[in-house]
C-alpha cells in the first residue's frame, strides 16, 4: 500500500546548520495497517509524514501508495490518496467557516472547484449523521464556525474531515499532543474506531509508549532517520513499555537510547 524506499533528506545542506533528517529510510504498509511510530527528538518521524504528504521534496529515492509513485508529485496532487491531521489544532479547517462548510470542501477533495459550497438536503442527512456519531453535540451546532469549538471538538471535526473521502493513507503528527488528557482519549478512541471501521492504513506518530502499544497492528522505532525496530501481531501485543526501552537502546546502540526516548 506504502512503500517508502531508501529515501534520503537533509536540511541547509552545505551549511553549518546541515541536518541529515532522514538516512536511507525505508517503510512498507501492508494495507489496513495502523502503524504507530515512537522515537526522540529529532529520529525523523515528522519529517517522513512530511515527505510522505509532499511538504517538501525529498533528496534521493521513491515515495508509492497504492501503486502509484508520487515521489515528485506536488503536495495538493497527493492530497487525492492522503489525509491528515496536525498536531495543531487550528491547523486543517477554515476557522471563519461553518462546519458544515468545512466539511462540504472535505467531501469535495480530488475533484474539480465550483463555484459554491451549499449541499443537497442528503449532504446535509449525511453529514448530521456523521457529527452525531462524534457524541459532542456538533450535529446541532453545524451553522457554527470552526473558530469557536475547542480544541478538542476542533480535532475531532478535522479527523472527520480528513477521512470523510476514506484516504487511501491516513497520516495523524502528535494529534492529541496538544489535548488534554481527558480530550486526547476521547479523540483516540474515535481515531480507532474510525480506522477500524474504514480498515484505514494509518501511520500515527507519538511521544506517548503507552498509547503506542494500545493501539494499532505495529509498531515502528526510529532513530536518526530512519527505522530501527518494526514489530507487528501478538509480538506488538505482549510488548511492555520496559520492552521498548530495551529494544530501543540494542537496536541504535547508544547507552542513553532510552533516557532520550522518555525525554522525547
Do not use: C
Amino acid at each position: 500500500m506504502l512503500h517508502v524506499e531508501h529515501i534520503y533528506k537533509t536540511f541547509f545542506p552545505g551549511t553549518i546548520n546541515e541536518k541529515k533528517a532522514l538516512t536511507d529510510m525505508s517503510l512498507h504498509l501492508k494495507p489496513g495497517d495502523f502503524a504507530t511510530v515512537i522515537g526522540s527528538n529529532g529520529a525523523g518521524k515528522s519529517t517522513t509524514l512530511n515527505a510522505v504528504a509532499g511538504v517538501w521534496p525529498i533528496d534521493k529515492g521513491r515515495i508509492v501508495i497504492d501503486g502509484v509513485d508520487i515521489t515528485k508529485e506536488p503536495e495538493h496532487k497527493r492530497a487525492r490518496y492522503i489525509g491528515r491531521v496536525f498536531q495543531d489544532p487550528m491547523l486543517g479547517t477554515a476557522a471563519g467557516m461553518m462546519i458544515e462548510e468545512n466539511l462540504a470542501i472535505a467531501s469535495r477533495r480530488g475533484k474539480f472547484p465550483g463555484l459554491g459550497w451549499s449541499s443537497s438536503s442528503e449532504q446535509h442527512d449525511r453529514f448530521y449523521t456523521m457529527l452525531k456519531e462524534l457524541n459532542l453535540g456538533l450535529e446541532d451546532r453545524m451553522t457554527a464556525h470552526v473558530g469557536l469549538l475547542s480544541g478538542g471538538q476542533r480535532q475531532a471535526l478535522t479527523l472527520l474531515m480528513a477521512t470523510i473521502k476514506r484516504p487511501k493513507l491516513l497520516l495523524l503528527d502528535e494529534h492529541t499532543a496538544a489535548l488534554d488528557p481527558k480530550t486526547a482519549e476521547k479523540v483516540l478512541e474515535l481515531t480507532d474506531t474510525i480506522v477500524k471501521r474504514d480498515q484505514l492504513t494509518t501511520l500515527m506518530i507519538t511521544h506517548n509508549m503507552r498509547d503506542a502499544l494500545r493501539f494499532g497492528n505495529r509498531l515502528i522505532m526510529m532513530h536518526e532517520g530512519r527505522v530501527i525496530i518494526d514489530v507487528e501481531g501478538d509480538e506488538k501485543k505482549n510488548l511492555k513499555i520496559a520492552d521498548l526501552l530495551a529494544m530501543f537502546e540494542k537496536a541504535s546502540g547508544d547507552g542513553m537510547a532510552s533516557d532520550k526516548l522518555l525525554l522525547g
